[in-house]
């Protein structure tokens, strides 16, 4: 049985932090700071998609 790696979250918020410029919430509370999370997380998703997308166009169009 071979052993699966857990995925780093670390890296999404080091990207988020410096690529994306986000540093701090400005609200306060588990219960304000969910959705703008969440938005994150699906920006983050999205660009990450499209980049996928965009590399596998090029490979198709060479």
Do not use: Y
Request: proline share 5%; with cysteine; charged share 25%.
């Amino acid at each position: 049985m071979a052993v699966r790696r857990m995925t780093e979250p670390e890296c999404v918020f080091g990207q988020l932090k410096n690529n994306r410029g986000f540093r701090r919430f400005l609200l306060r509370g588990i219960e304000k700071v969910t959705p703008p999370v969440g938005w994150l997380s699906l920006a983050h998703n999205v660009l990450k998609q499209a980049a996928v997308d965009q590399k596998s166009r090029a490979a198709i169009l060479q």
